[in-house]
């Protein structure tokens, strides 16, 4: 079993930038394909990013593409997302989740089998 903790949300202004990080107790992170998952007020809950075990493979959301970056460092047991150009419909509280299957990538919160507790990210001006 794997304790995720996300950090780094925060209160940014439009075209801003925020990094979050998804940091795990436990079992070894490298054991774990991790993503990045959102839900905004009165929304449902929407995948952002997801990487492999190694992170040599990610994907993204359509609306998120190009403008955030995950990436991962095994040695400090910790997966980050950097978002760049934010815009105020990314406003959200902000998940990570560990996927057992380390070669996995999926779109689903179903594939996820551990989860944190979230971080909110505002960005208004």
């Known amino acids: 079993q794997v304790q995720l903790v996300e950090s780094g949300g925060g209160l940014v202004q439009p075209g801003g930038s925020l990094r979050l990080s998804c940091t795990a107790s436990?079992?070894?992170?490298?054991?774990?394909?991790v993503g990045w998952f959102r839900q905004a007020p009165g929304k449902e809950q929407e995948f952002v990013a997801s990487i492999t075990w190694s992170g040599s493979n990610t994907i993204y959301a359509d609306s998120v593409e190009g403008r955030f970056t995950i990436s991962r460092d095994n040695t400090k047991n910790t997966v980050y997302l950097q978002m760049t150009s934010l815009k105020p419909e990314d406003t959200a509280v902000y998940y990570c989740?560990?996927?057992?299957?380390?070669?996995?990538?999926?779109?689903?919160?179903?594939?996820?089998?551990?989860w944190g507790q979230g971080t909110q990210v505002t960005v208004s001006s």
């Open positions: 436990g079992r070894s992170f490298s054991n774990y394909a």
């Open positions: 989740a560990a996927n057992r299957r380390p070669y996995e990538l999926s779109y689903s919160a179903a594939k996820y089998d551990y």
